[in-house]
């Protein structure tokens, strides 16, 4: 069964495609708000849970990596609905035997499993949304999605402060489940179906790299959605080092997983806020380049907050976290810069490549806090570079907001 268009902004692919990204986003949290706490379970203690706790985030990100490009295939090769089915089922399945890991190989077993499977879940419910809803209401659908879906985050801190590190693992995987069946009552996306009649070749990861043009409007849509991972990965999660260096002095104690609560609170209400401001000013553009303006001055107001009390600190990633929201704007821009038969390949490998890049951002960070730059100096140089790449390419990628999504990449 498919179905053409849909005005309704409220459907049952935008309903199971929201809360399929919650539970993704609430699994990717988790797992750094339980780190010590599995670990020290699982008998590790000092230096081991710091790196441990890295090299378990490293290959879930390499099972993120590998699955956008799997599951970005197979979502234009097979169809939307089938790939969205099988994500769902494998992160889900991973997460409760993650509740059940007894030692670190099958930790790191089911990490890369959950990333492998977690992969696939925005991408191809942000492409299922934007092809079976009218380009004038595509925008709020998917707005919606990334909205609930960015709530995840709080959900993850809330559940892992009230149970056992296994149980919030459970309850991760039993949320999946319950998705399953809420898939039963979900359509065909009629521009995939469509497609599958024509002799189009679709799918093929490497036809993104053989123009330039299609080239380059992939590298941008990247380097738009970085300074979304990097504030996530350098700014707040390292938010307890930067609030107790000499230069800012912030009074009193900053926690990280209170840190990454009141970041994404902020985060969820910017992605309704940011896809208002598409839908009322008609253009993807004009609202990427307005959050990116904002998430600048809230950066800059971060950087130079010296001797501010924790409440005021933790107000502050919050803030940052309204304009970083426009996450929400981003995903759907990919998703209509390419043809139907690469767009699910370029809706789920562009998020990933996007999270992919915190190690690239990481290690210029490392870099430059190792020599005279110090750890203030390195977040200040680091910021200035992603946020003029994302400026530059949200100033010159097309304008997608009007676009008939109907077409083929040669």
Same mark, same amino acid.
């Given at each position: 069964?498919?179905?053409?268009?849909?005005?309704?902004?409220?459907?049952?692919?935008?309903?199971?495609?929201?809360?399929?990204?919650?539970?993704?986003?609430?699994?990717?949290?988790?797992?750094?708000?339980?780190?010590?706490?599995?670990?020290?379970?699982?008998?590790?203690?000092?230096?081991?849970?710091?790196?441990?706790?890295?090299?378990?985030?490293?290959?879930?990100?390499?099972?993120?990596?590998?699955?956008?490009?799997?599951?970005?295939?197979?979502?234009?090769?097979?169809?939307?609905?089938?790939?969205?089915?099988?994500?769902?089922?494998?992160?889900?399945?991973?997460?409760?035997?993650?509740?059940?890991?007894?030692?670190?190989?099958?930790?790191?077993?089911?990490?890369?499993?959950?990333?492998?499977?977690?992969?696939?879940?925005? *991408?191809?419910?942000? $492409? +299922?949304?934007? =092809?079976?809803? &009218?380009?004038?209401?595509?925008? /709020?659908?998917? %707005? #919606?999605?990334?909205?609930?879906?960015?709530?995840?985050?709080?959900?993850?801190?809330?559940?892992?402060?009230?149970?056992?590190?296994?149980?919030?693992?459970?309850?991760?995987?039993?949320?999946?489940?319950?998705?399953?069946?809420?898939?039963?009552?979900?359509?065909?996306?009629?521009?995939?179906?469509?497609?599958?009649?024509?002799?189009?070749?679709?799918?093929?990861?490497?036809?993104?790299?053989?123009?330039?043009?299609?080239?380059?409007?992939?590298?941008?849509?990247?380097?738009?959605?970085?300074?979304?991972?990097?504030?996530? *990965?350098?700014?707040? $999660? +390292?938010?307890? =080092?930067?609030? &107790?260096?000499?230069?800012?002095? /912030?009074?009193? %104690? #900053?926690?990280?997983?209170?840190?990454?609560?009141?970041?994404?609170?902020?985060?969820?209400?910017?992605?309704?806020?940011?896809?208002?401001?598409?839908?009322?000013?008609?253009?993807?553009?004009?609202?990427?380049?307005?959050?990116?303006?904002?998430?600048?001055?809230?950066?800059?107001?971060?950087?130079?907050?010296?001797?501010?009390?924790?409440?005021?600190?933790?107000?502050?990633?919050?803030?940052?976290?309204?304009?970083?929201?426009?996450?929400?704007?981003?995903?759907?821009?990919?998703?209509?810069?390419?043809?139907?038969?690469?767009?699910?390949?370029? $809706?789920?490998?562009?998020?990933?490549?996007?999270?992919?890049?915190?190690?690239?951002?990481? %290690?210029?960070?490392?870099?430059?806090?190792?020599?005279?730059?110090?750890?203030?100096?390195?977040?200040?140089?680091?910021?200035?570079?992603?946020?003029?790449?994302?400026?530059?390419?949200?100033?010159?990628?097309?304008?997608?907001?009007?676009?008939?999504?109907?077409?083929?990449?040669?």
């Amino acid at each position: 069964m498919h179905q053409q268009t849909t005005h309704k902004a409220f459907n049952i692919i935008v309903i199971v495609a929201a809360l399929g990204y919650f539970v993704d986003v609430y699994d990717l949290i988790l797992f750094s708000i339980v780190r010590v706490p599995s670990l020290k379970d699982l008998g590790l203690s000092g230096e081991e849970l710091t790196t441990t706790g890295i090299n378990l985030l490293n290959i879930q990100m390499i099972g993120m990596l590998l699955g956008g490009i799997i599951w970005g295939i197979l979502g234009d090769k097979k169809g939307r609905l089938s790939v969205l089915f099988l994500t769902i089922l494998l992160y889900s399945l991973a997460n409760i035997c993650n509740g059940f890991v007894q030692n670190l190989t099958q930790y790191f077993v089911c990490r890369f499993l959950a990333g492998l499977g977690l992969a696939g879940e925005l *991408g191809i419910g942000i $492409t +299922l949304v934007s =092809e079976v809803m &009218s380009k004038e209401k595509r925008g /709020v659908g998917t %707005t #919606i999605v990334s909205g609930i879906g960015i709530a995840g985050a709080v959900g993850g801190f809330l559940v892992a402060d009230l149970f056992d590190w296994r149980v919030a693992y459970f309850v991760g995987g039993g949320l999946g489940l319950v998705l399953l069946f809420l898939r039963i009552s979900m359509y065909e996306s009629g521009m995939f179906s469509k497609l599958k009649e024509s002799k189009v070749h679709r799918g093929n990861f490497l036809s993104l790299f053989s123009s330039k043009e299609r080239f380059v409007k992939y590298i941008k849509c990247i380097l738009i959605g970085v300074p979304v991972w990097f504030v996530i *990965g350098v700014l707040v $999660t +390292l938010a307890p =080092e930067f609030a &107790s260096i000499k230069g800012l002095n /912030v009074v009193g %104690t #900053i926690l990280g997983g209170k840190a990454v609560m009141y970041h994404y609170v902020g985060a969820s209400i910017g992605a309704f806020l940011t896809g208002i401001i598409s839908q009322y000013l008609k253009s993807r553009k004009k609202a990427l380049l307005i959050s990116l303006f904002t998430l600048s001055l809230t950066m800059m107001w971060y950087f130079f907050a010296t001797g501010v009390s924790d409440t005021l600190f933790y107000f502050i990633l919050f803030l940052i976290g309204i304009p970083n929201g426009y996450w929400s704007v981003f995903v759907v821009t990919a998703s209509e810069q390419f043809g139907t038969n690469l767009r699910a390949t370029a $809706t789920t490998t562009i998020p990933n490549f996007v999270r992919g890049a915190t190690v690239a951002v990481t %290690t210029a960070f490392n870099y430059f806090k190792s020599g005279s730059f110090g750890i203030l100096g390195a977040g200040i140089s680091v910021g200035i570079i992603v946020m003029a790449l994302a400026f530059y390419s949200s100033f010159t990628i097309d304008e997608s907001y009007h676009k008939d999504l109907d077409y083929y990449e040669d």
